[in-house]
T-cell receptor
Framework: GAGVSQSPSNKVTEKGKDVELRCDPI?????LYWYRQRLGQGLEFLIY????????KSGLPSDRFSAERTGESVSTLTIQRTQQEDSAVYLC?????????????FGPGTRLLVL | GNSVTQMEGPVTLSEEAFLTINCTYT??????LFWYVQYPGEGLQLLLK?????DKGSNKGFEATYRKETTSFHLEKGSVQVSDSAVYFC????????????FGDGTTLTVKP
């Protein structure tokens, strides 16, 4: 595809339910990032995948959050037992960080609302 | 670890005013530096970047110079327009950490006619 795509674009769920968010990176991009952006706030790093290396999970806020990526393709971010404070826009980005100055390309985000 | 500190917002300016948004960083290696912009209702996109000391990134009338001695990458524009109203994020990435990026908290700019 031409850019990073994310689905769903919007998700409303009830507290306690599990949700799964999907990211399709740009073809050939080895690096993939998930961020959380609460309303009016900055980017909160969640997790980073780079090639076949072990993912950097240092930003995941709790064990309710997990993410998977198969090879250099689609990634899914799963939030179990959602809480109201999980409401935010979840952004995915991909890049090809094989040389200096490689840009991150962001998807449009998934807006999650936990009732 | 790496970090990026941006000037706190929000910033409100009149059209044609001069803009500066300060950004300083700490990094363990020799990073590349970026400014990303998020227009209302849109996703983040690259505004400009610089990959080595003294380089100047520029785009859409915005400029930022990579200052290694002061570890800064301040964003400037000589004459802002209403259409520049957005959230601006300073960021860095390092090859030494496999390209993982670090973002600042963002600065909201509102330009009034």
């Amino acid at each position: 595809g031409a850019g990073v795509s994310q689905s769903p674009s919007n998700k409303v769920t009830e507290k306690g339910k599990d949700v799964e968010l999907r990211c399709d990176p740009i073809s050939g991009h080895t690096a993939l990032y998930w961020y959380r952006q609460r309303l009016g706030q900055g980017l909160e790093f969640l997790i980073y995948f780079q090639g076949n290396s072990a993912p950097d999970k240092s930003g995941l806020p709790s064990d309710r959050f997990s993410a998977e990526r198969t090879g250099e393709s689609v990634s899914t971010l799963t939030i179990q037992r959602t809480q109201q404070e999980d409401s935010a826009v979840y952004l995915c980005a991909s890049s090809s960080p094989t040389k200096r100055g490689e840009t991150q390309y962001f998807g449009p985000g998934t807006r999650l609302l936990v009732l | 670890g790496n970090s990026v500190t941006q000037m706190e917002g929000p910033v409100t300016l009149s059209e044609e005013a001069f803009l500066t948004i300060n950004c300083t960083y700490t990094a363990t290696g020799y990073p590349s530096l970026f400014w990303y912009v998020q227009y209302p209702g849109e996703g983040l996109q690259l505004l400009l970047k610089a990959t080595k000391a003294d380089d100047k990134g520029s785009n859409k009338g915005f400029e930022a110079t990579y200052r290694k001695e002061t570890t800064s990458f301040h964003l400037e524009k000589g004459s802002v327009q209403v259409s520049d109203s957005a959230v601006y994020f300073c960021a860095l990435s390092e090859i030494e950490t496999a390209g993982k990026s670090t973002f600042g908290d963002g600065t909201t700019l509102t330009v009034k006619p």
